[in-house]
């Protein structure tokens, strides 16, 4: 594809934008969980992973090389895998408490699918020498 690689940059600045989202409200106890501040939980940091793995996508995407494609593939499926861990660990109700989902955790997944389907599509000039 001629604009893979343009198309998951961008997939990426996006994705790294909803890191900093709200990714889920609890009403009963007024917290608003982002992937950076995690209120008074024990659900840690869970867009950290996202937002440096994501850099590290950024940076392969716009390389030329093939070792740069192959680690990007790798790299793009650690951060689906993270997006899901993330949709199950933070929706999950607890304590017949049920946490509202916002739009950010949706996204999250939704963007890092699209970055591993951009990696499978590389524009690498196979004639070079």
Known sequence: MKYSQTIGILLCLFLLYTTTQPLIIIDSRHWV???WKSAESNFGQPGKFLFYVGLINLIFFSLPYIWAKRFN??????ILAWSIRNFVVLSSCQMGECPEKQWALYAS???????????????IDVNKK
């Open 33 to 35: 969980i982002t992937g």
């Open 73 to 78: 593939m790798v790299f793009a499926a650690l």
């Open 109 to 123: 997944i939704v963007l890092s699918a699209g970055i591993l389907l951009m990696t499978f599509l590389p524009k």
